[in-house]
Structure formats: structure tokens, C-alpha cells
Nanobody
Framework: LQLVESGGGLVQPGGSLRLSCVAS????????IGWFRQAPGKEREGVSC????????YYADSVKGRFTISSDNTKNTVYLQMNSLKPEDTAVYYC???????????????????WGQGTQVTVSS
């Protein structure tokens, strides 16, 4: 399973971006996909997770109400819609995947065996 993220860039505070994570090699139907981010000097943080099989979603408190995760299984793609962006959202964003559904450990990076290369999101005026 290979994952490729896109959609990052520079945006002003309050703006929006939509990240995409395209999977190849396997269908995502039986995987859960997480979005993580890592800011300079900080640990990687779990942002959101979606279970492809049942559509259940989970969010970190820091993004709840502003970010929305969704999937289009026909395109083998997972999206992260990010609204009301703040400077503290600046980070490299990664998507990750593994079999099964999002469990209680979904924010833990070691739950995932497949990772994309990351896409930079910068929120600045």
C-alpha cells in the first residue's frame, strides 16, 4: 500500500485547505486512515482518523469543529478539509493507514504501518 498526500500550501489565518491522500496498491475498503501532523521541534500528533468500512470518524480536540475527514472509496482517496486555520496548525501533515478500524489508540503513530511522505501546511499572514 502506497500513500501520497497533496494539497498543502501557504494560507492566511482563518483560511481553508483540503488535503488529499491517494492510496494505491490496495483498496482502502478494509483499512483505517489517520492524518497526523508534525511541527518543528514537536512530536507527531494524531489529528483525525476514519474507518473506511463504517465511516466512523475521530478528531483531536485541537481540531474538532474545524477539520473534517472524509473518504471516497471509489477514488481510494481520503480528504482532510481544514477550515478556520490557525498559525498553530502549521506543520507537515501525513496520512497513514493500517488494516481494520480506528480504535482507541488511533492517535498513536505506531498503530499505522503505511505512511505517506507528507505535505507542508503553513498558516501565516
Amino acid at each position: 500500500l502506497q500513500l501520497v498526500e497533496s494539497g498543502g500550501g501557504l494560507v492566511q489565518p482563518g483560511g481553508s485547505l483540503r488535503l488529499s491522500c491517494v492510496a494505491s496498491g490496495y483498496t482502502l475498503d478494509y483499512y483505517h486512515i489517520g492524518w497526523f501532523r508534525q511541527a518543528p521541534g514537536k512530536e507527531r500528533e494524531g489529528v483525525s482518523c476514519i474507518s473506511s468500512s463504517d465511516g466512523m470518524t475521530y478528531y483531536a480536540d485541537s481540531v474538532k469543529g474545524r477539520f473534517t475527514i472524509s473518504s471516497d472509496n471509489t477514488k481510494n482517496t481520503v480528504y482532510l478539509q481544514m477550515n478556520s486555520l490557525k498559525p498553530e496548525d502549521t506543520a507537515v501533515y501525513y496520512c497513514a493507514a493500517d488494516r481494520g478500524i480506528c480504535g482507541s489508540y488511533w492517535p498513536w503513530e505506531y498503530e499505522y504501518n503505511y505512511w505517506g511522505q507528507g505535505t507542508q501546511v503553513t498558516v501565516s499572514s
